[in-house]
């Protein structure tokens, strides 16, 4: 049964790949990759890259350790499952519905590039997933094999890419929309394959987010507020910026989430035990959530 459900995947990301042929490019050599009946992706020189079981292709060409694991992700699906996110990615979502709008396309390609393991991008397609809206494709790239494994496994439909996003594998001009949430950027890149007039828009911490995690870890020293200040200078210094948009609220730690967003956030990864056992114990009820979202054009 397990090797059924892999032989699916990997027939419906085969079929994504050969109906948005000249989408991905060869890392080597940079031609074409187009799917053969192998399963694979090949381009011109014969530079192969295969299909894994969970519908998912990897082209990265030096496989790194990373620092997001299994734990992470798992507990980033618990929390993203849990609502955590919701309001930042209808705003994201609404910011796209009135960008469709305006250009008035029939088709919009997305790529979200440190995806993770793609549980925004797919809610982000399924906010805008509608009778009104044109056909949605949506590309996932992230630099965790991990993360793109369990986005393939969770989110069948979508194209998912382990990659590099200093030199993505990506032909020019190709996506509408780019998203980079809470992800590092590689603006000449975003600007190389996004279409004329596309948007980029990238979600940042702003300087309450997490804040009440933030007061137990850094108190008292200048990682206690985050400033965000140098990577929007860094966005307006290579993209037009049309608007910047501020989100805030309180989300209530129900269960196990507390623990669960203790796994996922990168706030803790430096903690030791002492520093983890004192937000365990302060049992927080809600935390606050802050984003800045920027919206630009190339």
């Not at 060409?61 to 620092?67: A, C, I, N, W």
């Not at 137990?216 to 206690?224: A, H, R």
């Not at 903690?271 to 190339?298: H, M, P, Y």
Request: glycine share 6%.
């Amino acid at each position: 049964m397990a090797q059924d459900k892999g032989r699916k995947k990997i027939d419906a990301a085969q079929d994504l790949f050969a109906k948005y042929k000249g989408l991905f490019r060869c890392p080597v050599c940079g031609k074409d990759l187009a799917v053969n009946r192998t399963n694979s992706l090949v381009c011109q020189r014969g530079h192969n890259y295969d299909l894994a079981k969970q519908g998912y292709v990897n082209l990265l060409l030096k496989q790194g350790k990373s620092d997001y694991d299994k734990k992470l992700f798992a507990a980033r699906r618990v929390i993203s499952a849990s609502g955590f996110f919701d309001p930042m990615l209808n705003t994201v979502s609404k910011l796209i519905r009135k960008a469709i709008t305006k250009e008035g396309l029939n088709e919009i390609r997305l790529l979200d590039v440190g995806c993770g393991e793609g549980s925004h991008l797919a809610q982000i397609i399924s906010n805008l997933e509608d009778k009104k809206n044109p056909n949605l494709f949506g590309v996932g790239i992230d630099l965790s094999k991990e993360g793109i494994r369990v986005a393939a496994k969770e989110h069948p439909g979508i194209v998912w890419s382990v990659a590099d996003l200093a030199k993505l594998p990506l032909q020019k001009e190709q996506f509408d929309v780019l998203l980079n949430i809470l992800a590092p950027a590689n603006y000449g890149e975003f600007k190389r394959v996004l279409k004329e007039q596309g948007l980029l828009i990238k979600v940042v911490p702003a300087s309450n987010y997490l804040i009440e995690l933030r007061e137990i870890l850094f108190k008292g020293t200048d990682k206690e507020f985050y400033n965000n200040d140098s990577v929007k200078k860094h966005f307006t210094s290579n993209f037009q910026l049309l608007k910047e948009q501020q989100i805030r609220y309180q989300v209530e730690l129900k269960g196990d989430n507390l623990e669960h967003l203790i796994k996922m956030t990168p706030l803790t990864w430096n903690a030791d035990q002492e520093q983890i056992d004192e937000i365990i114990k302060r049992r927080l009820k809600s935390i606050t959530v802050a984003f800045d979202v920027l919206v630009g054009e190339k």
